[in-house]
T-cell receptor, first 112, second 112 residues
């Protein structure tokens, strides 16, 4: 059974139209991460939550925000998607910072 | 700047062959080296290596870390078509940021 669940699997949105991607976990892990993976590139960390503490990467655009209302859920909000934001968005969790990260199946985002 | 370099970029072998995938890293506050297998979906965790010279094995897969030479290898023996995937190596940038620095991966194709 999937333990890191991302919805939807595929998302299509219009240029400039806000979009929210969701991630839930049944592992009760403390840490949740969001990565962006563009075609033929390595996953790139956008930000992560350690419990309720938000940690943003220095080069993550302001257009990207995240919310973690409780342990199980984490959301990625893209306020005004541009064509360059088309990518696979991966959510991962780990029990704590020293443990391996486990990934969901990802949401593939397309921008029209 | 942190970086992880994998080689070769791609590899085509026949079933039954043995392959060795390479990963070199320069990661500040290095804590561990992780290997993932990525098929059409999200990366699947294979190994986490923290100590030099200790081989980790899982079935036909094995991996080892050399912290002096900043290098890791992933071996797959008796390859099968199901081993076809992208294999990602990532260095764990320890400390507060807990960031995985991914390489761009090695695309392995196993032909019948």
């Amino acid at each position: 059974d999937a333990m890191v669940i991302q919805n939807p699997r595929y998302q299509v949105t219009q240029f400039g139209k806000p979009v929210t991607l969701s991630c839930s976990q049944t592992l009760n892990h403390n840490v949740m991460y969001w990565y962006q993976q563009k075609s033929s590139q390595a996953p790139k960390l956008l930000f992560h939550y350690y419990d309720k503490d938000f940690n943003n990467e220095a080069d993550t655009p302001d257009n990207f925000q995240s919310r973690r209302p409780n342990t199980s859920f984490c959301f990625l909000d893209i306020r005004s998607p541009g064509l360059g934001d088309a990518a696979m968005y991966l959510c991962a969790t780990s029990r704590d910072r020293e443990r391996p990260q486990h990934f969901g199946d990802g949401t593939r985002l397309s921008i029209l | 700047e942190d970086k992880v370099v994998q080689s070769p970029l791609s590899l085509v072998v026949h079933e039954g062959d043995t392959v060795t995938l390479n990963c070199s890293y320069e990661v500040t506050n290095f804590r561990s080296l992780l290997w993932y297998k990525q098929e059409k979906k999200a990366p699947t965790f294979l190994f986490m290596l923290t100590s030099s010279g200790i081989e980790k094995k899982s079935g036909r897969l094995s991996s080892i870390l050399d912290k002096k030479e900043l290098f890791s290898i992933l071996n797959i023996t008796a390859t099968q078509t199901g081993d076809s995937a992208i294999y990602l190596c990532a260095g764990d940038h320890g400390g507060a940021t807990n960031k995985l620095i991914f390489g761009t991966g090695t695309l392995l194709a196993v032909q019948p």
